[in-house]
């Protein structure tokens, strides 16, 4: 067995897809010139969803050129894959995401730039010693509860038996025990929640629990999406195929930061980043979010580690929250295997806003300051201090380009359906 603690780095990008777009290559600009600048219609901060979607969009149909800059050595975002050098397994850098959405629009879109296969995620918890299906549906319940419930009608006389019922739903310990009880709410959400955001659930915002789904039958998938795929060569060569286009340019290792002053006046700037990060000099304090850590261990010819893809540790006896193991994505033939275990903390990368009444107060602040910029759109997760899924992420992008930048405001929003992807 070998271990490693974080394998990134340049030698780890895709073999067959070198990590940025074709005919493009890293580059820092320090010192670029503004008349080399503003040759740019757009400058996009950010390679991840947001800005590829935009980006394309502008590409496609006004005929802009882009500009992309950003600070990784890689495109994709949190969603880059890679092939493992040991063991030729594909597998994400940031986590495991799994694609779901009802809207079609998204699923219309993502196809038009590669190939995804069907894909029903399932995931497993470690719970009381037993492997029970997470999220909670009537097996779960039957497992950890001593129950004997045969059918969707007497899993909703349990649930409404014992749901709590609050007038005023204030945090999110309430928030799970109105959904799930306090039997469940103890041993599948509790400390698995203090694991991931090192705050119980009566610390946070009841929004963050509003998303935990639970099941009144024997379904076992994760999602009940319409559409749950995968793309068949990963994540990497999809945003590749996205980011296709004579008029998108893209330059990593690129800090915006050291780059803005030399962008032209009146250039079009399409922000993804942190919003705490792009008004930094005005002294506020820093938006709190939470990061993950991935340890790798790799076992040679070893078959599988674990009998699911995802298996949750939601207990306090292991400081993980997850073992991920990518062999089981996309059936992949390996004699070898790699687990990840995932661990929260707060520095790194910024994964999650920790959404309490302090960091959603503060939040109004840098929200004021960023409606005030000129010639800046703030677009994304990271720059609303918002979490999305991928689809929503996509979506997200769509609308706000047919609202901001082909003046379509009269057209109706889609609505979401809060389930994580990467959880």
């Given amino acids: 067995m070998e271990t490693k603690n974080d394998p990134r780095g340049d030698h780890h990008i895709r073999k067959g897809s070198p990590g940025t777009a074709p005919g493009t290559e890293p580059y820092i600009y320090q010192g670029k010139k503004e008349t080399e600048l503003s040759e740019y219609d757009v400058v996009l901060v950010g390679c991840g969803l947001s800005g590829a979607v935009i980006a394309r969009r502008f590409a496609d149909e006004q005929k802009k050129k882009c500009l992309i800059v950003e600070k990784r050595n890689h495109i994709g975002g949190n ?15 940031y986590g495991a995401h799994l694609f779901h959405t009802n809207s079609k629009r998204v699923f219309d879109f993502i196809q038009k730039h590669g190939q995804w296969v069907r894909w029903e995620h399932q995931v497993v918890g470690l719970i009381d010693g037993q492997i029970c299906p997470i999220p909670p549906n009537i097996t779960t319940v039957n497992m950890l509860c001593k129950a004997q419930i045969k059918n969707v009608k007497e899993m909703d006389e349990w649930l409404a038996k014992n749901q709590v019922k609050y007038a005023e739903i204030k945090n999110g310990e309430e928030m799970a ?7 469940l709410y103890e041993k599948i959400f509790k400390h698995y929640t203090y694991k991931q955001w090192k705050k119980y659930p009566q610390e946070l915002d009841k929004s963050v629990l509003a998303r935990i789904p639970c099941r ?10 319409k559409y749950q795929v995968l793309p068949k060569k990963g994540y990497t060569e999809f945003f590749a195929g996205l980011l296709d286009h004579p008029l998108i340019d893209i330059h990593l290792n690129t800090d915006f930061f050291k780059l803005k002053k030399n962008i032209p006046a009146g250039t079009l700037i399409i922000y993804t980043g942190p919003v705490d990060s792009y008004f930094a000099s005005q002294g506020y304090q820093s938006l709190e979010y939470r990061s993950i850590n991935f340890h790798i261990d790799r076992y040679k010819n070893f078959g599988f580690y674990q009998p699911n893809s995802v298996v949750n540790y939601p207990g306090k006896e292991v400081p993980f929250t997850r073992i991920v193991e990518y062999k089981h994505f996309l059936n992949q033939q390996c004699p070898h295997t790699v687990i990840v275990k995932e661990t929260t903390t707060d520095k790194g990368d910024p994964y999650y806003p920790v959404l309490n009444e302090r960091n959603m107060t503060l939040f109004k602040k840098y929200k004021k300051l960023s409606d005030a910029e000129k010639d800046v759109h703030f677009v994304g997760r990271l720059a609303n201090y918002k979490y999305f899924n991928m689809d929503q992420a996509i979506l997200n992008a769509l609308e706000y380009f047919d609202e901001h ?10 609505k979401y359906d809060f389930v994580s992807d990467s959880v």
């Fill in 79 to 93: 969603c880059y894959d890679y092939i493992d050098d040991d063991t030729g397994i594909l597998m994400n850098m």
């Fill in 405 to 414: 930048f082909e003046g379509k405001k009269s057209l109706k929003k889609e």
């Fill in 177 to 183: 025990k109105s959904r799930v009880g306090p039997v």
């Fill in 216 to 225: 009144n039958n024997f379904d076992t998938r994760y999602f009940g999406d």
